[in-house]
């Protein structure tokens, strides 16, 4: 089973409001990631949690704020949003970070307008 | 720096004919390739990585890659195409750079299977 799951599919939210994006797997992977996605482009890594601690953070805008609440868990909270943030936003599993022979497994991503 | 290139934005092919997708790849030291499949409006589904060994690596989908390290190559090949193949495929590698751990992309290529 090689599923990490994303909630929530879709969601339009003001630039004033706090929304969060939700991410789950059962597959006793260590290594958690977000992406973002714009519109036919690839995706570009935002943050790294191992171990349930953030390790990387590619400079993102506070307004995304991280949280990894046990190893399952992955959420993203949002913030103060602008309209140019809207796109997929994919959550990211694989066994560990450092073993770069290890495959990294995606979810259906949660699709994020701000209007 | 590692970096992986897909040249072609668009391949296009009659179904029952063999596709081939294009990537280079440019890293130092040996790489780790992978590609990844994404359908319309889903995220990212890997289809197949190499590490070492074989040069002929086979993954889901019917779908195989041939590794090419004199033309640094990473080609994703099947032999008879699916209408159902249709979709954006991206390659890309595994940076091993210290302290980060993350999957960089080629810029995608569309294939389009026409019945």
């Excluded at chain 1, 599993?93 to 949660?110: H, K, P, V």
């Excluded at chain 2, 990212?44 to 890659?65: H, M, P, R, W």
């Excluded at chain 2, 195409?81 to 991206?90: E, P, Q």
Aim: charged fraction near 20%; include cysteine; charge should be neutral.
């Amino acid at each position: 089973d090689t599923e990490v799951t994303q909630t929530p599919k879709h969601l339009v939210m003001g630039m004033t409001n706090k929304k969060s994006l939700k991410c789950e797997q059962h597959m006793g992977h260590r290594a958690m990631y977000w992406y973002k996605q714009k519109a036919k482009k690839p995706p570009e890594l935002m943050f790294v949690y191992s171990y349930e601690k953030l390790s990387i953070n590619e400079s993102v805008p506070s307004r995304f704020s991280p949280e990894c609440p046990n190893s399952s868990l992955l959420n993203l909270h949002l913030h103060a949003l602008q309209p140019e943030d809207s796109a997929l936003y994919l959550c990211a599993s694989s066994q560990e970070t450092g073993i770069f022979s290890n495959t990294i497994y995606f979810g259906e991503g949660s699709w994020l307008t701000v209007v | 720096a590692q970096s992986v290139a897909q040249p072609e934005d668009q391949v296009n092919v009659a179904e029952g004919n063999p596709l081939t997708v294009k990537c280079t790849y440019s890293v130092s030291g040996n790489p780790y390739l992978f590609w990844y499949v994404q359908y319309p409006n889903r995220g990212l589904q890997f289809l197949l990585k190499y590490i070492t060994g074989d040069n002929l690596v086979k993954g889901s989908y019917g779908f195989e890659a041939e590794f090419n390290k004199s033309q640094t190559s990473f080609h994703l090949k099947k032999p008879s195409a699916l209408v159902s193949d249709s979709a954006l495929y991206f390659c890309a590698v595994r940076d091993r750079s210290y302290n980060t751990d993350k999957l960089i992309f080629g810029t995608g290529t569309r294939l389009q299977v026409f019945p």
